[in-house]
């Protein structure tokens, strides 16, 4: 049997919310499960670890405002790797370069297949 605060539940269970701790709890449906101390109505609010997850991030916008002041200005490029099955000659990542730009050249990208030594 394991004795903790409804703090310490709410942590070693995953940080679940409280209401689920206590519905568990309540419920015995946990075998060995005893809490401790006043159990507050909700504690998800002072849980750092919660607060954090649970701030966003600001969007990243799909079009930028900036120009390109000249051909190949601002090229994006992602890498792929390394894939647990090797393809056709050991390749195992991938690069693409891509670019997006109002020059003679509108749209236009590469895909390179590499191996590691």
Known sequence: M????????????????TRSVLRLWDLSMVTGMEMTGDAP??????CEACLKGKTTRNV??????????????????????????EGCSRYQYFVTLSYDGKYPINK??????????
Request: hydrophobic share 35%; charged share 25%; net charge negative.
């Open 60 to 85: 990243i916008p799909k079009k930028s405002d900036v120009e390109n002041p000249r051909r190949l200005h601002r090229i994006y490029s992602d890498v792929c790797g390394p894939f647990d099955v």
């Open 108 to 117: 236009y990208n590469f895909l390179f297949i590499l191996y590691y030594y």
């Open 41 to 46: 109505d909700d504690i998800d609010g002072e």
């Open 2 to 17: 394991k004795t903790s605060s409804l703090n310490v539940w709410h942590k070693q269970l995953g940080h679940a919310m």
